[in-house]
Nanobody, 115 residues
Framework: QVQLVESGGGLVQAGGSLRLSCAAS????????MGWYRQAPGKQRELVAT???????NYADSVKGRFTISRDNAKNTVYLQMNSLKPEDTAVYYC?????????WGQGTQVTVSS
């Protein structure tokens, strides 16, 4: 089992930047993959970015070139650097961790981008 705690959300103007952090309660190098998802009001949760234990990354087309996912195994933390933010990036952002048989979720952090 693993607990995930997100931080770093907030209110930012369009064009601005935020860095989200996800601290895990256990060593993240043991996880198959970690990722960030988001859910806007009235919409389904969608993939933002993932990173595997082998550092392979994957991004949603809507964030490619603007967002960067990274991991610090020593700190058991995954980051999401978000640049050139747009109002359509407004959502609750969730951290995820994939173990062999289950995906775990954090509680989410709100990101609001004003125009």
């Amino acid at each position: 089992q693993v607990q995930l705690v997100e931080s770093g959300g907030g209110l930012v103007q369009a064009g601005g930047s935020l860095r989200l952090s996800c601290a895990a309660s256990r060593r993240i190098f043991s996880m198959n993959a970690m990722g960030w998802y988001r859910q806007a009001p009235g919409k389904q949760r969608e993939l933002v970015a993932t990173i595997t234990s082998g550092e392979r990354t994957n991004y949603a087309d809507s964030v490619k070139g603007r967002f960067t996912i990274s991991r610090d195994n020593a700190k058991n933390t995954v980051y999401l650097q978000m640049n050139s933010l747009k109002p359509e990036d407004t959502a609750v952002y969730y951290c995820s961790a994939d173990l062999t048989l289950r995906r775990y979720w954090g509680q989410g952090t709100q990101v609001t981008v004003s125009s």
